[in-house]
């Protein structure tokens, strides 16, 4: 089975655009959890869907965003970037996420914004 | 609130010597799930084990072996015979029901962990 793929790998943005990241949930997962990982504040979670419902949320401002498709497959979205927004944005999936499941994690996206 | 804890941020050892990494968990939930990730330098986060709160015993998987008591809340985890494939930053996280849809991980800060050839 493929595992969790995410796109792109690398960004460069500047301060004020927006960005969009990809990810492909393992055949079968209905779950896609995002987060963020910087070595100031470590793995942190932004959010979690299910069914192209958002489900949960973590702290993050508005300008973090996402939505799920049909198919499972996720975006998430962060707009006017800000310097701190600099970060691996990882995705994970699951089957349905429940706490009971383990989460599966793709390569991540790389994020640079000058 | 949940809370995992590393105290570990950074351990060197030579290879081929055993290692521990401790991980010490808050939590007010009875049924939670414990996990360890390993991160290569690659960034992907790569599942380890997994162990639930009713499972206290302590199994061996290969080169890797887990010790988890509840009495302590802790969830320390082995390499044994380390190798120098085995650097990289390790991770404990705590997943409880906190309520319906609002199930998520929480992660430790990371252990990085430098295997000396």
């Known amino acids: 089975k493929a595992g969790v793929t995410q796109t792109p790998r690398y960004l460069i943005k500047t301060r004020g655009q927006q960005v969009t990241l990809s990810c492909s949930p393992i055949s079968g997962h209905r779950s896609v959890s995002w987060y963020q990982q910087t070595p100031g504040q470590g793995l942190q979670f932004l959010f979690e869907?299910?069914?192209?419902?958002?489900?949960n949320k973590g702290n993050f401002p508005g300008r973090f965003s996402g939505r799920q498709f049909s198919n499972s497959r996720s975006e998430m979205n962060v707009s006017t970037l800000e310097l701190g927004d600099s970060a691996l944005y990882l995705c994970a999936s699951s089957i349905s996420g429940s706490h009971r499941e383990t989460q599966y994690f793709g390569p991540g996206t790389r994020l640079l914004v000058l | 609130a949940q809370k995992v804890t590393q105290a570990q941020t950074e351990i060197s050892v030579v290879e081929k010597e055993d290692v521990t990494l401790d991980c010490v968990y808050e939590?007010?939930?009875?049924?939670?799930?414990l996990f360890w990730y390993k991160q290569p330098p690659s960034g992907e986060l790569v599942f380890l084990i997994r162990?639930?709160?009713?499972?206290?015993q302590n199994e061996i998987s290969g080169r890797y072996s887990w010790n988890f008591q509840k009495s302590t809340s802790s969830f320390n985890f082995t390499i044994k015979a380390s190798q120098v494939v085995d650097s990289a930053v390790y991770f404990c996280?705590?997943?409880?029901?906190?309520?319906?849809?609002?199930?998520?991980?929480?992660f430790g800060t990371g252990t990085r962990l430098t295997i000396i050839p």
């Open positions: 939590t007010r939930d009875t049924t939670y799930y």
């Open positions: 869907y299910f069914s192209e419902t958002q489900r």
């Open positions: 996280a705590l997943s409880e029901a906190l309520s319906f849809g609002n199930e998520k991980l929480t």
């Open positions: 162990r639930n709160s009713f499972d206290e």
